[in-house]
């Protein structure tokens, strides 16, 4: 599977983007999908992931109720809608697949497949 990641950029505080993380081949059923972001200095942390098959979707607290993650089964393709973002949510963005179970679905250890990562940059 490889996986690619866009729409990354420039965004004031309170805006709103949309990243997109496009899939090589199917991955309806088969993984788990998410985005993990990393600022600099420091380590890798979980966003957001959601089931491909059940939809099922889980947010880190600190993004919780302000960005939504969802995807496109037909176009095998992995949003992050990002609403009142903070400067602190800047950091290059990445997404990920793989079959973690829900107790380790923040660990970036558990996924397999990596996309090149898109940096978001949020101005005060």
């Known amino acids: 599977v490889q996986l690619q990641a ?5 965004v ?5 983007l949309r990243l997109s993380c496009a899939a090589s081949e199917t991955t309806r059923n088969r993984y788990t999908v998410a985005w993990f972001r990393q600022a600099p200095g420091k380590e890798r942390e979980f966003v957001a992931g959601i ?3 059940g939809g099922r979707s889980y947010y880190d607290d600190s993004v919780k109720g302000r960005f939504t ?3 496109d089964n ?5 949003y992050l809608q990002m609403s009142s973002p903070k400067p602190e949510d800047t950091a290059v963005y990445y997404c990920a697949a793989g079959r973690p179970v829900l107790s380790s679905i923040g660990d970036p250890r558990m996924y397999y497949y990596w996309g090149q990562g898109t940096q978001v940059t949020v101005s005060s």
């Open 69 to 71: 993650v969802s995807r």
């Open 74 to 78: 037909a176009k095998n393709t992995l």
């Open 12 to 16: 004031q505080a309170g805006g709103s």
């Open 6 to 10: 866009s729409g990354g950029g420039l």
């Open 51 to 53: 089931t491909w098959s």
